[in-house]
């Protein structure tokens, strides 16, 4: 039930950045993405993802894999379109 619930979560809060990720590729626009808070958060998932490979917990790898993705395009596009 534990790990139900992990990946339920990190199924959520994954999820919760697709629609900027298609957003930024849709418009080839980053304009309103906050260059210091995506350079932040992305370290932090990165952080995460480490701590969860040191623990081998597989709903916060995944999770975090996937949000590292999906934040590192966001930040790449911010950095390439302004």
Known sequence: MTDLIGYLAAFCTTLAFVPQAWLTWKTRSAHGVSLGMYS????GVFLWLAYGI???AWPIIIANLITL???LFI???KLRLG
């Open 69 to 71: 993705i999906l934040a």
């Open 54 to 56: 040191l623990l081998q």
């Open 40 to 43: 932040i958060f992305t370290f």
């Open 75 to 77: 930040l790449i596009m």
